[in-house]
T-cell receptor, first 113, second 113 residues
Framework: GENVEQHPSTLSVQEGDSAVIKCTYS??????FPWYKQELGKRPQLIIDIRSNVGEKKDQRIAVTLNKTAKHFSLHITETQPEDSAVYFCAASSGGSNYKLTFGKGTLLTVNP | GAVVSQHPSWVICKSGTSVKIECRSL??????MFWYRQFPKQSLMLMAT?????????EQGVEKDKFLINHASLTLSTLTVTSAHPEDSSFYIC?????????FGPGTRLTVL
């Protein structure tokens, strides 16, 4: 089955700096890679996703890059704000008949004012 | 659009009792729903895939007789934790699939005394 590795497990940045979180996956059939933000005790919220036919996608301060050859994808957050502080999860899915997601272990991002 | 609810939001029960958690898609029909378990400071672990009108598909290591899943309609899936024990205490989150994207419920905090 799919295995998703995520690094770092914790990341502390100063407000206004950039933050980068990296994930690798093992199943070459995976073709959908979402990123979720989860605040304590809340549901995961989709912040951006990318499909394997695209190398990069950007939405305001958030961007995701995908390298299919190397089987890794990254989340980039620019101009970080204290409200960006949360746990971020990457995930991978091979689609197919059920779009099952395999999650990374998560990154606790702290943005210091 | 694409709202998923869960009930109850939290529950406390005695060891040995059974607890039922409901997952509803409020504004769309979902043939497929997923059940996850999340322990503190850990990632979401898929327990099972719930398919309307058929038996659920359980992930390896998840006891199907302990975690009963019923997906009787296109808007409702239920997870029943039978003979709950303290080690079953966790945050249970469901999601519903719509157009290849999973929409998550707010989660149910289960505490077994």
């Amino acid at each position: 089955g799919e295995n998703v590795e995520q690094h770092p497990s914790t990341l502390s940045v100063q407000e206004g700096d950039s933050a980068v979180i990296k994930c690798t996956y093992s199943d070459s059939a995976s073709n959908y890679f979402p990123w979720y933000k989860q605040e304590l005790g809340k549901r995961p919220q989709l912040i951006i996703d990318i499909r394997s036919n695209v190398g990069e996608k950007k939405d305001q301060r958030i961007a995701v890059t995908l390298n299919k050859t190397a089987k890794h994808f990254s989340l980039h957050i620019t101009e970080t704000q204290p409200e960006d502080s949360a746990v971020y999860f990457c995930a991978a899915s091979s689609g197919g008949s059920n779009y099952k997601l395999t999650f990374g272990k998560g990154t606790l991002l702290t943005v210091n004012p | 659009g694409a709202v998923v609810s869960q009930h109850p939001s939290w529950v406390i029960c005695k060891s040995g009792t059974s607890v039922k958690i409901e997952c509803r898609s409020l504004d769309f029909q979902a043939t497929t729903m997923f059940w996850y378990r999340q322990f503190p400071k850990q990632s979401l672990m898929l327990m099972a895939t719930s398919n309307e009108g058929s038996k659920a598909t359980y992930e390896q290591g998840v006891e199907k007789d302990k975690f009963l899943i019923n997906h009787a309609s296109l808007t409702l899936s239920t997870l029943t934790v039978t003979s709950a024990h303290p080690e079953d205490s966790s945050f249970y989150i469901c999601s519903a699939l719509l157009h290849s994207e999973q929409f998550f419920g707010p989660g149910t905090r289960l505490t077994v005394l």
